[in-house]
């Protein structure tokens, strides 16, 4: 199959390949832990990452053993504790930047601080957004709403000092991630944001956008691949039903965030986050 593909290639392009045989894979079903053997493809290629032969990690495998071969081969990025999928979805305002869409299902309250700081860093870094307006999903608006871990979560940000001219604007509910109107800055949990991503996507789908493009998308694009920000390098995540298209636009979204340097970017723009004021 590796011969197939490169030799369709152009001989300038088939130089700068680099085929890397690993003897297994990470099957859907199995563990999240299953990304830290060194014998699957996905860990083979955290470690090409790790070692400077490889730039960017693009999977379209199972996210859980990404993010574990990810953390594992990458590393984490200094002073976050868990890292965050972000995916940009099309708000009728602007470009809307959700996380966290999968990566961590079960999370505290100081994740939530941290994503919101890492979100910051990529709506400024990547989208452009000079000031982000951050809010925090629940289900209604006012104070105190919602479960024990976004009211937790509300009172920390409300004081929590946000870097990068950022601000948090407080609760949002579902219909305004669409419209964008609020924040352009979305955090919650993996459970919840998965939800909600794949609910925008059969959304759009039905309504006949193409949903295909992985990078920032237009009014009728829903994103089909996520960058993994918490890490220190390039790390793409696309559907687990993408095809050759998806795939080729995950790709362009990591050699974008490659070319604008993202972790370094983030990393400069958002400082570190401050565990230790955030509660549990």
Same mark, same amino acid.
């Given at each position: ?56 990690l693009v999977s379209a495998g199972a996210s859980g053993a990404t993010v574990t071969a990810a953390v594992i081969g990458i590393g ?103 419209? =964008?109107?609020?924040?352009? #800055? !979305? $955090?919650?949990? *993996?459970?919840? &944001? ?7 996507? @059969? ?7 193409s949903g295909r493009h992985a990078s920032v998308p237009s009014s009728s694009d829903a994103p089909r691949g996520a960058a993994l920000? =918490?890490?220190?390098?390039? #790390? !793409? $995540?696309?559907? *687990?039903?993408? &095809? ?7 790709? @362009? ?20 986050a401050k565990p230790a004021e955030v509660p549990w």
């Amino acid at each position: 199959m590796a011969d197939e593909v490169t030799a369709a290639l152009d001989t300038s392009t088939r130089e700068r390949v680099e085929v890397l045989v690993a003897d297994q894979y990470v099957a859907m079903a199995e563990p999240a832990a299953r990304g830290a053997d060194h014998a699957t493809t996905i860990a083979a290629a955290a470690s090409a990452v790790a070692a400077g032969r490889a730039q960017g990690l693009v999977s379209a495998g199972a996210s859980g053993a990404t993010v574990t071969a990810a953390v594992i081969g990458i590393g984490r990025t200094p002073g976050f504790r868990r890292p965050a999928l972000a995916a940009v979805l099309p708000g009728a305002a602007g470009p809307v930047l959700l996380l966290d869409v999968g990566a961590g299902m079960e999370v505290r309250p100081v994740d939530l601080v941290q994503h919101a700081v890492l979100g910051v860093g990529y709506a400024r870094a990547i989208l452009g957004v000079p000031a982000p307006r951050v809010g925090l999903l629940s289900v209604g608006s006012e104070p105190g709403k919602g479960d024990r871990l976004r009211r937790a979560t509300e009172r920390t940000l409300r004081t929590y000092p946000l870097p990068a001219q950022s601000r948090y604007v407080g609760l949002v509910e579902g219909d305004e991630v669409i419209s =964008g109107a609020r924040a352009d #800055v !979305v $955090v919650t949990d *993996g459970f919840t &944001g998965n939800v909600l991503l794949k609910g925008v996507e @059969a959304a759009i789908a039905t309504a006949g956008g193409s949903g295909r493009h992985a990078s920032v998308p237009s009014s009728s694009d829903a994103p089909r691949g996520a960058a993994l920000l =918490g890490v220190a390098g390039t #790390v !793409v $995540v696309c559907h *687990g039903a993408a &095809g050759g298209g998806d795939i080729a636009s995950g790709i @362009a979204l990591a050699a974008h965030l490659v070319r604008a340097d993202m972790p370094r970017r983030i990393g400069s723009v958002s400082g570190s986050a401050k565990p230790a004021e955030v509660p549990w």
